[in-house]
């Protein structure tokens, strides 16, 4: 009945005597009714010929009178050819609906799947999807500025990113949630993070030329791991073809514009001691200075070589389309830095605001080496059973220097005659992260396809490796305006080895069976999932000081690797706190429904995570608690809605519970000095629990045009934040801690646009969000006897990391006759908390910014192209400030310290980016 629709459509339009010099329509995809982009549309035996455009629609002008044989021609589509005839009066407007391929094998069907990767799939499955998604497509990635998943799901509606020391997006804020509320799947399977400290996991680890398309859900349903508060990001791989074979290559090189105003500072990281003397040698080894390899302090100023990109993917399907294989690979190394200023403050006596101490002057130099390689082998045993294996490993070495030059403000500091106190300081850093994943799936069907059973079994491992992370602090001064190295500072080098490994064992399994209700089906969903997390953390530290306490810069040494070192702690400081293993074992089970009529879906049902979460300290170094443990059970229910008021316009509705657990870091009573304060794990610390509201209207007007128009709204209890606190022995001292604060509210509204016209596409959305939590600040004041005294206040504020505005746009230029693509893409983060104080009002804030980045591809006939992507166009800064100023920073010769009455905390600028490559597809 299908075919037979589809024909009589067909020859309807096709048998229309044409009375026009002008042809035009357009072309879909006759199961789903999607445009179809770069559809071949020729006249036989003329010149005449055209492709689709964005929207789908093709235009052929100034046609002469007469008889013609219409091609129409797309891959992994069957073809059409029709008699039609052309005469001068008006013009033809014709829709064309094309059949996807499919080959039958005896008992096997393959139908394609070509196109999963295309912008109409990802329309299609925005649609189609239960819970309130957004995907980018992996053809929008492919010509997108973008290289890492990090930057491309920056042009998600809602979604903002953290950047890291080089200015590349890193990690994902979904809907004003810090990183933390999130979780990320491969092929819808949860992985395991590499952090050191956190459970969520780097975005810029993935290479974005491994993917075919990126989801993020916003909502949750009960078949859905509970722990995600913002929402869940899912990497679709690519996978094996359908049908025809495919081989695409694609390399490029290209610069950062750092390196074009200074050198890239680089080391002898090929050295490094992977391991600690005290894990070389016996536990009570004695390290000398012969330990230590002096290539961390062997710096080396050139111009970096160019930034380099490649990948490669191959599949095929073999045994009459049974067996699908396909291997890819991606390879990165980049050279990237910043420059950055940062001011360090302190609270005076009852100021409302930090005054500024101190500056310090920094200049990364960074090469990055990404690689990953994956491989995908399924196999359709019969139409009812099928089974796939995934492998993915995934690699990102990164080779840090970092320079300081410190100036202090408090003492020996007079800019009028270019006198002050300096501090030089180095650090080289190698940071090595792997992901590893295995994954087996099944799919089954009996009982006249009413049950269906999916399975996962999984294996993953996830490795953070910080060898040898060197620092050496020289002191120095500036004279007339002149600035020298003059001493080193006391104990002034110091080796680090940090290392931490998560292993996951999971097993997931999913039921559903349908059965007729009320005149409808309805599937029954039950499963549940066994996850087993081992964790694995070490640290040891070193410090080093000169044979010669007195030696001078310039005289006794000219060189950091000429100096006669000793050792301060020849058997390290492996007893600490971060030297641990731990240990999270969740399971968890759900029963589910989904019933769908004519003008009504419902998804409904409940979700049961128990979490047992322990942590043995291995060499407890006085902490009260040296071994600990929680476990908890939550319920978590959830209901989806969708009402359908016609083909093309939806209502979509959601209200799920969710969780937010804290990581191993958090909870391991651990007491450790990063950059300029102390951090401290907090045994207490309980998970967050959220109550989540969606509702969302959903338009898709024509040929892949969307409107999504939205709000959300989020009421969490436990919300967990890092805070500034005081010592309880020592007031003085301050550390940073997560803890649990009452309760934080979050609402949001969210517009998400898309419209084609021909070869130009738009892309534009928008989101306003306002979250409020409510903390304890200290405040100092003077008491009734005249003493300084400090005391605690509450304050409401945005939950950190919340963005009130968050925009994108697009331009988009598609040629597919010619073989262009163009576009411009703007992101607009609005300002947002990036530190909490321990004072009140002295909140540390980004500033909003705006970054452009831009791209264009030119295919040839051969199969081949060239393109071009540029990013940070604009070179935006990012700067942090604090909301008011203190009069005393008057005396600091600074011109930019306060602005908008505001002080300046950090600026930070990153170069523009430039890359060209080509790419071969087949």
Known sequence: MKNFIFLFTLSFFLTLSAKASDLKGNVYDSETGEPLVGVSVSLTNTNENTVTGLDGSFKLSKLSSGNYTLKISYTTYQSISKEITIDKEGSQDLKFYLQPESKVLNEVVIKSNGGANEEHTARRLEKEYTQVTNIVSGKAIEISPDLTVANVIQRVSGVSIERNSNGDGQYAIIRGMDKRYNYTLVNGVKIPSPDNKYRYVPLDIFPSDLLDRLEVYKTLTPNMEGDAIGGAVNMVMKDAPASKPIFNINFSEGYNQMFFDRKFMGYEYDQINKKSPYELNSKNYEATSKDFPKGTLDYKYTNPAPNFTSSISLGKRFFDNKLGILVAGSYQNSYRGSNSTLYNTQLVGTDAFSSIVSKNYREYSEQQKRYGVQGKLDYQINPSNKISLYSMFLNLDNIQARNTLTTDYSSEYHPETGDAKLVYATRTRFTKQQIYNNTLQGDNTLFNDRLKIHWSGVYSFASNEVPDNTNIIVNGEEKNFVSTRTKLAINPITHRW?????????????????????????????????????????????????????????????????????????????????????????????????????????IGGVRIENTNQGYNLLFPAGELRPTGNQIYTYTLPSLTLKYFLNDKQQLHASYFRSLNRPGFYEIVPSKVVNEEYQERGNPDLKPAVADNYDLRYELFPEAGSQLFLGAFYKNIKDPIEYTFLADATRGQDTYYSPGNFGTAKNFGVELDYIKFFNKVGFKVNYTYTDSKITTPKDKKIIDENGNLQKISVMQTRPLYGQSAHIANASILYKDTKNGWDAQIAAAYTGPRINTVSQFVDNDLWQEGFLQMDASVEKRFKSHFSIYLKANNILNTPNKLFIKGTNAANANIAENNIEYKGRTLIRDDYYGQSYLIGFRYKY
């Open 498 to 602: 940090e290392r931490n490994t998560d292993e996951d064992l999971a097993g997931y399994l999913d039921l559903t069976y349908r059965v007729a209700l009320f005149g409808n089906n309805v599937d029954f969903s039950a499963g549940g999932l066994y996850r087993d997390k081992q964790r694995s953390s070490f640290y040891n530290n070193y410090t080093l000081a000169p044979t010669n306490p007195n030696a001078v810069y310039g005289v006794d040494f000219t060189d950091y690797t000429q100096l006669d070192l000793v050792v301060s702690n020849p058997t390290g400081a492996v007893s600490n706190s971060l030297t641990y293993d731990a240990s999270e074992k969740t399971a968890a089970g759900y029963g589910m429904f989904n019933y769908k009529t004519e003008k009504w879906q419902a």
